[in-house]
């Protein structure tokens, strides 16, 4: 993917996205010793920055195409982003999600106007039901972080941080599928003034770290960590990208992320989801080899579960 | 207080403020059936629109009164607020505080350069502290809400929200001390196009909506509300301009207050204080007179304690 397919992108979506809000904290600054730049992508539209790359999916479909409709399997944000992008075409989506998912999930894809399909709550059964979606309805499966223009939609985060903020030295962002730092990684190459990409993973779901020593995708045999954007593993879409142009993948402990999800509600005064702390609990761990440089930090979004927070 | 005073306290304590964003929520309009635009002055320095009129206060104060020093009594957001203006404009600030307050407040202070003050947790021991500390110090006392240039300096959160926003039929304030609300009134009167300003209070703390009524400042009996920074009472300074520009006074329960809190949080994305949420319950509740018209929200603070959620 190069430098004029990320503009192309970025064109196209501009309609359908907001270009969102950098913050910074003086206290956060001082703690990190160096200037933190936070993209925050929770007040994108729905809440994350899914809804760049599900909106760039979708727009590129050919017309026969949307009007069979789109259809994706998914629990989180993407079925969120994918039902309300799709709305916002005239499109429809039919989002394949387990029965056990939690019902304020299942209302808000219905809220943004997607058809809701349950199925068992096994990988097998989910590909199995979208793939019945597809020869029935002639719908077009968006993978949500596995698929080039998914891929480039996300990117364009970063490419409108590096707008505003030319001369960064790093961007961290917090890795779950891989799209989001696969996009964030060719945004940093191809728009960078020798920007780098670090990722922020959970230790209990370390699987992308793991995959880029070993130089295969791995898996992750338990799932156990708080920030739950952050379960799924690599594609082979984004796993090259992630090889070619990330410079390193920090893993960080379950206390991290809570300490450092505190400190961007408490000082930014914004709410994010547990997954987004994981790239500025990233930035203080590498604090040492961080001091007085400009580093933009992915929030990626703020669909949390206030009954549920951590402190 | 006129016009020009209001425009000449912005331009002196611009290089000391943020200009706050200003956010919306599709949802919450279709909620509300009309168009709210929150300012968000739980973004401003130290958290709090409390900001604005310290450093307005600070700044008109002469050479000599300057060495000397500025005190108040406050546990709240303008110990804070004091303590960080005095700092940045190189005056000592003495915070009188009851030994009581949470530690967390006291480093607060501490933190932003203030000099701790502890005193016995009655009014007329703070009183008497910080009367001691006038005669011995030279220091200026400054009062949190009933002085002329701190109700000055907070009416310049609804001028800035004008300036982007010329045409709000209404803006709604929360109602505490009466500096915010009173200052709002009169920036909505100067700086408006016939916008009429509408106050959001505690039924437990209801003391401004039973002054308006009985034409004198009455108290309240007790002070079992969520929203903490609403609990004191008006003065001689902000009465009469709350009298003359204040159309009413609406009281909301304290269920309604978290329903409006946890609606900003989780559709606006930001963190703000109970307080802040009082004037989007008064909206709410008086959504029925409100169809279609532009709305100017004050989201007042963001110094919240996580750990003591009421969701």
């Known amino acids: 993917m190069d430098k ?30 160096a200037d933190l730049y936070f993209k925050c992508e929770n007040f994108q539209r729905m809440g994350a920055f899914k809804m760049r790359g599900a909106a760039n999916a979708i727009i590129q479909l050919t017309d026969g195409q949307k009007r069979s409709g789109v259809v994706t399997h998914s629990s989180g944000n993407f079925a969120q982003a994918l039902s309300l992008s799709a709305k916002s075409l005239g499109v429809k989506a039919y989002i394949v999600m387990p029965n056990s998912a939690p019902e ?25 039901t979208s793939e019945k979606i597809v020869q029935e309805h002639g719908a077009v499966f968006i993978h949500p972080s596995n698929d080039d223009q998914v ?38 190459h191809y728009f960078g ?80 989801e547990p997954s987004s702390a994981v790239a500025l609990a990233a930035v203080l761990k590498q604090k040492d080899n961080l001091r007085g440089k400009k580093i933009g930090v992915v929030i990626s979004g703020g669909n ?5 927070l951590p402190f």
């Open 104 to 128: 304020v999930k299942k209302q808000a894809v219905k809220g943004y106007g997607g058809i809701l399909i349950e199925c068992e709550p096994t990988l097998e059964a989910r590909e199995r």
């Open 151 to 188: 891929i480039l939609g996300q990117g364009t985060a970063c490419k409108e941080l590096l707008e505003v903020h030319a001369d960064l030295a790093y961007v961290f962002s917090p890795v779950g599928g891989g799209g989001l730092i696969a996009g964030t990684a060719l945004s940093a």
């Open 193 to 272: 003034n020798d920007c780098k990409t670090i990722g922020g993973e959970p230790f209990e779901v370390d699987d992308a770290h793991r995959s880029l020593k070993s130089g295969k995708i791995e898996t992750n045999t338990n799932s156990n960590t708080i920030a739950d954007g952050l379960k799924t593993q690599l594609g082979d879409r984004n796993f090259p990208i992630i090889q070619k142009y990330v410079e390193e993948i920090v893993r960080v402990t379950e206390e991290e992320i809570i300490t450092a999800m505190r400190l961007i509600w408490e000082r930014l005064k914004i709410v994010c």
């Open 304 to 308: 949390v579960d206030l009954s549920g």
């Open 4 to 33: 004029q397919q990320l503009i192309d992108s970025h064109e196209r979506i501009k309609p359908f996205i907001h270009n969102t809000p950098v913050l910074t904290s003086r206290l956060i600054n001082e703690m990190a010793g």
